[in-house]
């Protein structure tokens, strides 16, 4: 009797090492062989070795699509059908999970593929086109069940509500992000952030970039970035002079733009920081202590001002080519 050879039977050492040279694709593909392969490998935890990992939540489906080698080359659709739900990687036929439910499937996948990411992610997005119910608090679980925090570099965000940043932001590693973006799919959306600027995650990146987002928390919360973008309810002649100082105090600064609903201007802003320093434009410059560069102040009339570094020999330059930008 002839022996048909089965990946299942091999010595557990070979499998191990197959898994250990095997693409990420691959790996996935090989949890759905049986329950035995998929606990094999839950159990070994094969690297993954993930650059970047984007998440689309939706009404009846969920789209990853996770990139290995910088070319967005895996993606997996988990689709909700009467009886259960479909799982499709790539262009590779349909697998249909009788009577399992779409965000159980989804969340157990995620989980394995995290279990043993050590490197650093360079991008996690994840876009909530509608609410699921039982996501928020699955994710936080995915993310909480690792040994250690998921390392990422760039965090990008589409929510609708401060909950659904929350339940992911706590919990990555707050020494390896560098920035955070935040939108909307709706327009100018009044997101809270009271928690949000609480965390540890918030206080430690370098960049922040928010776009059809209006936030009302103190400015003195967005005064520490690098660079950032971000729309506001309100702005007053004390927040542009609490925001100079605390721009010419840090050595890393280099640019703040900040878009406004309402301008409470209760100080004239030439009795707060003197003339402009080119004439017939509301711009203003604050040289740096023993330095030669200076930080430019500019309002804009499409309701923006702008902090930027600038050498102090080029701000009249400067000025030409924000206008160009930003009117």
């Known amino acids: 009797m002839c022996f048909q050879p089965s990946l299942i039977n091999l010595p557990s050492v070979v499998i191990t090492k197959l898994l250990g040279v095997a693409d990420f694709r691959s790996i996935l593909v090989l949890q759905k062989v049986c329950s035995g392969f998929r606990n094999f490998i839950e159990d070994i935890c094969p690297e993954t070795h993930l650059k970047s990992i984007s998440i689309t939540f939706s009404l009846d489906f969920i789209y990853i699509s996770m990139d290995p080698f910088l070319d967005w080359s895996i993606?997996?659709?988990?689709?909700?059908?009467?009886?259960?739900?479909?799982?499709?990687?790539?262009?590779?036929?349909?697998?249909?999970?009788?009577?399992?439910?779409?965000?159980?499937?989804?969340?157990?996948?995620?989980?394995?593929?995290?279990?043993?990411?050590?490197?650093?992610?360079?991008?996690?997005?994840?876009?909530?086109?509608?609410?699921?119910?039982?996501?928020?608090?699955?994710?936080?679980e995915v993310l909480e069940s690792r040994e250690s925090a998921l390392k990422v570099r760039e965090l990008e965000f589409e929510v609708k509500?401060?909950?659904?940043?929350?339940?992911?932001?706590?919990?990555?590693?707050?020494?390896?992000?560098?920035?955070?973006?935040?939108?909307?799919?709706?327009?100018?959306?009044?997101?809270?952030?009271?928690?949000?600027?609480?965390?540890?995650?918030?206080?430690?990146?370098?960049?922040?970039?928010?776009?059809?987002?209006?936030?009302?928390?103190?400015?003195?919360?967005?005064?520490?970035?690098?660079?950032?973008?971000?729309?506001?309810?309100?702005?007053?002649?004390?927040?542009?002079?609490?925001?100079?100082?605390?721009?010419?105090?840090?050595?890393?600064?280099?640019?703040?733009?900040i878009k406004y609903k309402l301008f409470e201007e209760n100080i004239f802003l030439t009795q707060l920081f003197g003339d402009p320093v080119i004439q017939g434009r509301d711009s203003w410059a604050f040289p740096y202590e023993d330095s030669d560069q200076s930080i430019q102040l500019t309002h804009f009339s499409n309701q923006t001002f702008c902090f930027s570094r600038v050498k102090s020999c080029l701000i009249s330059k400067f000025c030409d080519k924000l206008d160009k930008n930003y009117c």
């Open 75 to 140: 993606d997996v659709e988990y689709r909700k059908q009467e009886n259960g739900c479909s799982v499709q990687y790539g262009m590779n036929k349909e697998h249909f999970r009788m009577n399992h439910d779409l965000l159980n499937i989804f969340l157990n996948d995620f989980q394995v593929n995290l279990k043993n990411q050590k490197e650093n992610l360079e991008l996690l997005r994840i876009s909530f086109e509608f609410f699921l119910e039982g996501f928020l608090l699955g994710i936080k």
């Open 161 to 257: 509500n401060q909950e659904e940043v929350m339940s992911v932001l706590p919990y990555v590693g707050s020494k390896s992000l560098n920035k955070i973006s935040i939108s909307s799919p709706d327009y100018l959306v009044d997101l809270e952030m009271d928690q949000i600027v609480q965390l540890e995650q918030w206080r430690n990146v370098k960049e922040l970039e928010m776009f059809n987002c209006v936030v009302s928390e103190p400015l003195t919360s967005f005064s520490h970035f690098r660079r950032s973008k971000l729309c506001v309810q309100s702005i007053s002649s004390e927040d542009l002079f609490m925001l100079k100082e605390a721009f010419l105090a840090s050595p890393n600064f280099e640019s703040s733009t």
